[in-house]
């Protein structure tokens, strides 16, 4: 016996490619933008850290022949930073009176396509405090605002003419640390609209949250910018040390006289008896 094959299922039709395309590429592809990420995020230190290099890598989105720059901004952790300066009297060096800074950041680099006066102006850069001459650092204590020139809230500290002398040797002792840093040529495109840039932590790259500016210029004006989050932390034993250093000062303090005692005393023991 014969038997009649079934029917075919009905055909069906597939939508078209231009109608499922994603709407965001379709709608920005006539947008200047920047986008960028890290190759790791999140930083874990302990004992053996010997510092991190990461790759910030990224994307620039430009549909026109024109060039654009981008500048890459990475400020760690604030943190006050006390100096003292030392002069000389009846003969004697002595230490001037402690200087306290406030809201300098424990680490700062800018990585850029070309030296920074050659991508923007003076004002523009220090408007958006770019660039190690442009950082921001707090006044240090017992300062005050005046007007000067018709410019509002201009900081008057008490080390008068010498603040300038004072900031500069902060950054001066950070870039010995390696904590500062400046790569006019650490912003690099290995592609059309494609670049990369390195961030080197030293080993005494503060804790923390770290972040992350990538801002594209074009004809001396920002263009766009992305942010990013870097965190380093500690891991491990070190990470309960600090802790509980920094939650309990006085539990920590009062285990640190312990212990040194009990060293002492064992040691006051082992050298008596040979």
């Not at 060096?93 to 070309?114: C, D, H, I, K, Q």
Request: charge should be negative; charged fraction near 25%.
């Amino acid at each position: 016996m014969i038997q009649t094959p079934p029917p075919p299922p009905p055909a069906i039709e597939a939508p078209l490619l231009a109608e499922s395309g994603p709407e965001m590429s379709v709608g920005t592809q006539g947008e200047l933008r920047v986008a960028a990420a890290l190759t790791d995020a999140r930083v874990q230190v302990d004992s053996s850290f010997q510092g991190a290099s990461i790759v910030l890598y990224g994307a620039v989105f430009n549909p026109t022949d024109d060039p654009t720059d981008v500048v890459v901004v990475v400020r760690g952790p604030d943190a006050p930073i006390r100096l003292v300066k030392k002069t000389r009297n009846l003969g004697v060096w002595l230490n001037s009176r402690p200087v306290l800074f406030e809201g300098a950041p424990g680490f700062y680099m800018t990585a850029s396509t070309r030296p920074l006066p050659d991508i923007a102006g003076f004002g523009q850069l220090r408007r958006l405090g770019v660039g190690v001459d442009h950082l921001r650092i707090d006044a240090p204590e017992e300062s005050r605002t005046v007007t000067r020139y018709g410019v509002r809230d201009v900081v008057i500290s008490r080390l008068g003419e010498d603040y300038l002398d004072w900031r500069r040797a902060v950054i001066r002792l950070k870039e010995a640390a390696a904590l500062y840093d400046t790569d006019p040529d650490g912003v690099r495109f290995v592609d059309r609209g494609l670049f990369r840039a390195q961030v080197e932590l030293p080993a005494t790259a503060p804790t923390g949250e770290y972040h992350a500016e990538v801002w594209l210029f074009r004809d001396g004006e920002p263009a766009g910018v992305s942010n990013l989050t870097l965190t380093v932390e500690k891991v491990g034993f070190e990470r309960d040390i600090y802790e509980l250093a920094h939650r309990r000062p006085w539990s920590y303090g009062v285990l640190c006289v312990l212990l040194a005692a009990g060293m002492g005393y064992l040691a006051s023991r082992v050298f008596r008896r040979s």
